[in-house]
């Protein structure tokens, strides 16, 4: 019996000593070869100013999961640019010797609030590492400058306007919208702060919910005030001034510091160059007066109007419209030009530090989206009303991935990245305690998104740390339930229902009538239980006394620093700050001569697939007659209640 036991626990064994050795031999032939790769770039004196990245859009925290062998024969488009990637790029660029900076072109950036402190920190980190960070942009919006203040310099064009106007939290209300399609819906909320279900049952905003927003408001204004004004060097109380006079001509915003030059694209490559002794002896004379204002004439860019010919030429001319192409045609002006290449072309030319990779890996799982039952789904229709449109995480897919996590030796501690609004509460009562459940087994760190409220906050409770930005939003530690009520509607359509039942509340969730006082009692009963065992499961998790916990719950959102300042998190930070307190955690090695191994794990079905005729178009109906919202009808919901408008 003994040697059969101990004979799986030899191979087991003997399977992870083969698995170092051969990481081992693996790290030692990287070295090697990046070594090789470093004097061959060094021999061929391969060296530049600037590396551009352009950044955009959602710029999601984590790589989306690898396609299929059919999906890439598919005209899909290209993964956006994520987070992981982008950390990636630039801790590359923060080793190479042979680079002066990085030169970021921002348009379009469509992300959250705690994402664009992630970039911010990105771009600070580069700057630690003694790079010099340039930002150019053409939008000087607040989602855009917030992450451009972080940078040594901002460049603008000359039709660009300063137009960071603020923040805005709205909240929808149906209500009345219903009424007129004759859906009514039934509430019961456990506090008057717990107003996810006000959308839907009330017309108007309440004292309560303008109280919560209005702190939420301040805190994020604060915060987002004294990140700008800091980049500026200025104070808060200046920069805030500044911002009650927006919009600025792009002139008025020079002149008040908020930028640091005007140029076009493709005057970039002479803007960015280093002065020659000529031409600082030329500005002491007075020459280039315009250029010291951050502002370059046509003799200064050293350009001449074209001829018609040039013109067409120019025209001819394929796939020349990148920076880097700008930056390295030929010209015959002499005036100094800055080495501009984008990642594709600089990659290759970067000296490298190599690393060891951590024996053990730093697992990630992601929970995005709504939180419901059964498997996650990314529908193709995304409507901007909770628990309706969007992305879902769904409890059967996250239990998959918890169970295989917990069965992988190798996997030395989890960062569990929770992104979500909150939903159905069994859903997340149960993704909850895989999470306790394994987090007796090794280090978990929770990592908090732009938002991980309610039910996200729930599945984040039994985290041994939690993280957060500043401005992530959190909180909302509270329970509501919904019915919807459709006899109006079946009227107005001339529906004519009939039914039979057994038992005295069959009809309890279904009933298209509106809730009795009955009914709404034992809804009432079952939400102050659900309740009762949130704050047991946040007591225990954040081992804070149970009986203290109301003024901190009740459904109150918070921020991330007013979370903090509560115990409800544990510190602000970024993902890469997530990876490294999980390595410190479970042991692993996070000094320089070392590179944490992180693998990201990923539910085994497809992200793509092709959308039925008319999809999009039933699945707007079924919002309109209540059928998408009759899913959650009568279930305990733990939901976050408002919407952030980054002006």
């Known amino acids: 019996m003994n040697e059969n036991n101990n004979q799986p626990n030899f191979f087991t064994e003997l399977k992870g000593e083969l698995r170092q050795l051969w990481q081992t031999v693996e790290d030692e032939w990287r070295c090697l070869w990046a070594d090789g790769r470093n004097k061959i770039r060094q021999l061929q004196g391969a060296k530049l100013d600037y590396v551009i990245i352009p950044l955009g859009g959602p710029l999601p925290e984590r790589n989306e999961p ?120 039934d509430v019961v ?122 013109k067409i030429e120019t025209a001819e001319e394929d796939d020349k419209s990148s920076l880097g192409d700008l ?81 992988m030796s190798n996997m030395a501690a989890l960062v569990f990245h929770v992104d979500s609004p909150g939903g159905v509460a069994l859903a997340a009562d149960l993704i909850g305690r895989e999470i306790e459940r394994l987090s007796q087994k090794l280090p978990v760190v929770v990592y908090m998104g732009n938002t991980a409220a309610s039910g996200g906050y729930y599945v984040s409770a039994y985290g041994r740390h939690i993280m957060c930005q500043s401005m992530s939003i959190t909180g909302s530690i509270g329970v509501i339930m919904m019915r919807l009520s459709t006899q109006g509607l079946y009227q107005k359509l001339h529906v004519n229902q009939a039914s039979v039942q057994r038992g005295q509340h069959a009809g309890l969730y279904r009933d298209p009538a509106p809730l009795t006082e009955e009914e709404r009692q034992i809804l009432r009963k079952s939400i102050e239980t659900v309740y009762g065992q949130f704050k047991r499961v946040v007591a225990e998790g954040r081992d804070l006394p149970y009986d203290d916990l109301d003024p901190i719950c009740e459904g109150r959102v918070w921020t991330g620093r007013q979370a903090l300042e509560r115990r409800l998190v544990d510190g602000c930070g970024d993902f890469p700050d997530a990876i490294r307190k999980a390595a410190e955690l479970a042991e692993l090695p996070v000094d320089d001569a070392h590179e944490i191994s992180v693998v990201n794990l990923h539910a085994k079905t497809s992200r793509h697939r092709p959308a039925k005729p008319f999809e999009a178009a039933e699945d707007i109906i079924k919002l309109l007659t209540g059928q998408q919202m009759r899913q959650f009808s009568g279930q305990p919901l733990l939901l976050l209640p408002l919407h952030i408008e980054i002006q």
């Open 66 to 185: 690898p396609r299929s062998f059919i999906e890439r024969q598919l005209p899909l488009p290209p993964p956006p640019l994520s987070m992981e990637q982008l950390n990636g790029r630039l801790q590359k660029i923060a080793d190479a010797e042979n680079v002066k900076g990085v030169l970021f072109v921002l348009r379009g950036l469509s992300c959250g609030l705690g994402t664009l402190q992630n970039i911010r920190q990105a771009l600070q980190r580069l700057r630690e590492a003694g790079k010099e960070v340039v930002v150019y942009t053409p939008y000087l919006d607040t989602r855009h400058y917030l992450v451009a203040c972080a940078a040594d310099r901002i460049i603008a064009p000359p039709g660009a306007h300063f137009d960071v106007l603020g923040l805005r939290l709205e909240a929808m209300f149906l209500k009345d919208a219903l009424k007129q399609i004759g859906v009514q819906a």
């Open 189 to 310: 909320q456990i506090s008057p702060y717990k107003t996810a279900g006000n959308m839907f049952s009330k017309s108007n905003i309440t004292p309560e919910q303008q109280e919560q927003m209005t702190w939420l408001l301040d805190d994020l204004f604060d915060t987002l005030t004294a990140a700008m004004a800091d980049g500026r060097q200025q104070t808060q109380a200046e920069f805030q001034a500044l911002l009650d006079d927006a919009p600025l001509t792009i002139q008025e915003t020079l002149d008040a510091g908020l930028i640091d030059a005007i140029a076009y694209e493709d005057e970039l490559a002479w803007l960015l160059a280093e002065e020659t002794a000529e031409s600082a002896a030329g500005a002491e004379d007075g020459e280039g007066e315009t250029c010291s204002r951050g502002i370059l004439t046509t003799q200064e860019r050293g350009l001449e109007s074209p001829t018609t010919d040039e």
């Open 327 to 407: 930056a390295n045609c030929p010209t015959e002006n002499k005036r100094p030009k800055a080495s501009l290449k984008e990642w594709r072309d600089a990659r290759g030319m970067l000296l490298e530090i190599p690393r060891r990779h951590t024996k053990k890996f730093v697992g990630v799982i992601s929970l995005e989206g709504a939180i419901t039952m059964g498997a996650s789904q990314k529908p193709p229709v995304d409507l901007p009303i909770p628990l309706v449109g969007g992305v879902t995480a769904g409890e059967a897919t996250l239990l998959s991935l918890i169970r295989r996590a917990e069965g």
